[in-house]
């Protein structure tokens, strides 16, 4: 099903605009009609979790041939590891410049629950948990990477098995393009969903929010910059420089998908639209979007990583932490972890961070100081992480091709 030209990404703006006007004039309509965002990102998350699984192993399936698949999986973690690299670096480097942290009163607040349980996990736990002892169970808490990882194991068997002939190929296009078109229909209530998410969001802000903003402004500039520079000029010039394409109009290609993942702060909720733009649009064979795009969504988090850099850097000059060459280069792993690790859901950065603090023995009530902004803060790096997913298809495609 197409939609009309721009029918979508229009509809999308009139939503996010209702939804200002209505969270700011009528807090009281825009917290009722929250239960209909909740609605809407239920539909979401509903089909993710097929969406993902079908589309992993058709890719193998299409690839037919585990060699070929080989070098998909090698270039797709190059890709992730280089782009990952590059963000965590650039936001290290600006936060040492522009030193957004010194004069910021540190003080020691509460941290949220979520976040005192992380203390206790370790790396050693995340890489226990990439083999699931339970698919149900994995599935039933929302693990992505442990079922990606599944989703290739037997997309491997069963490549091998039906010979790209039968009736395994057959099913899973079948179930591909079933799966499609419950994407296609949840998407035409995105407009709605996106006019009661950002109305619910911003009623719920509070009017003290914009002199928050304002006490930690320069950290917002210096993530926000950084951000910008890796999305506006870093990914677009590797764009460019591997596939000759203009980046801005790839760009206005997945911009539905962009849109949408401000709004929901998951790259999880996004994947779909993702998908269906890149699919769609820009030409991308499906057997690379079908596997860069679920995957990437769940380790390729660039935004992530580098709000786990620029944060921590923060933290510790506001606390008056000195830190020296050793432990920058400790931020910049850990933080490139932490990336790999946060759950493809809104605000789970702000989780994993505990592991990047932990690891320059910074106060993980440095997280207190970031709270307030986070919600906001979170759509931005969201953005980046699924413009750095649309971006890896098109480098790895055109590799591939090569
Ligand atoms: N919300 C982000 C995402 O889904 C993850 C994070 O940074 O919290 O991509």
Redesign the pocket.
């Known amino acids: 099903m197409k939609l009309p030209n721009n029918f979508l990404v229009i509809g999308m703006a009139i939503g996010f605009v209702l939804g200002v006007v209505s969270g700011v004039y009528t807090p009281g309509l825009a917290e009722g009609a929250a239960v209909i965002g909740t609605l809407f990102l239920n539909a979401l998350k509903m089909v993710v979790l097929p969406l993902i699984i079908i589309a992993v192993i058709n890719s193998i399936l299409r690839i037919g041939n585990l060699s070929v698949f080989g070098r998909l999986g090698l270039r797709t973690f190059l890709y992730y590891v280089a782009t990952t690299c590059l963000s965590v670096g650039l936001g290290i480097v600006i936060a040492i410049v522009f030193e957004p942290g010194s004069g910021v009163e540190a003080t020691l607040g509460s941290i949220p629950d979520s976040i005192q349980d992380t203390e206790k996990i370790t790396i050693f736990d995340m890489l226990l948990s990439l083999i699931p002892g339970n698919i149900f169970q994995a599935a039933a808490e929302f693990k992505v990477l442990p079922l990606i990882i599944v989703s290739i194991i037997f997309g491997s068997a069963f490549m091998i098995v039906s010979k790209g002939k039968g009736v395994l190929p057959e099913l899973f296009e079948q179930l591909e393009q079933a799966v499609m078109l419950v994407v296609n229909w949840v998407i035409l209530f995105t407009p709605i969903g996106i006019f009661a998410i950002v109305g619910e969001k911003i009623a719920s802000a509070g009017g003290d929010f914009v002199s928050i903003l304002l006490g930690i402004g320069k950290y917002i500039s210096v993530l926000l910059g950084s951000l910008g520079v890796h999305a506006l000029f870093v990914l677009p010039l590797l764009l460019f420089l591997i596939t000759r394409r203009n980046p801005f109009s790839y760009m206005n290609k997945v911009k539905e998908a962009l849109l949408m993942a401000f709004t929901t702060?998951?790259?999880?909720a996004t994947l779909p639209l993702t998908r269906k733009n890149v699919v769609e649009n820009t030409g991308a064979k499906k057997e690379t979007a079908d596997f860069v795009l679920p995957l990437g969504a769940t380790v390729n988090?660039d935004?992530?990583a580098l709000?786990e850099g620029v944060a921590v850097v923060f933290i510790c000059q506001a606390y008056g932490i000195t830190l020296g060459l050793s432990a920058y280069v400790t931020i910049f792993v850990t933080a490139i972890l932490a990336g790999v690790g946060?759950a493809?859901?809104?605000?789970?950065?702000?989780v994993t961070m505990v592991v990047v603090l932990k690891s320059v023995g910074a106060p993980i009530e440095g997280i207190g100081l970031l709270l307030s902004v986070d919600w906001l803060m979170?759509r931005f790096?969201?953005v980046v992480?699924v413009w750095g997913d649309t971006v890896g298809v098109a480098i790895i495609g055109k590799l591939n091709r090569n």
């Not at 702060?265 to 999880?268: H, I, P, R």
């Open positions: 702060a998951s790259s999880a988090m935004g992530t709000y946060a493809a859901i809104p605000q789970a950065g702000l979170d790096r969201t992480n």
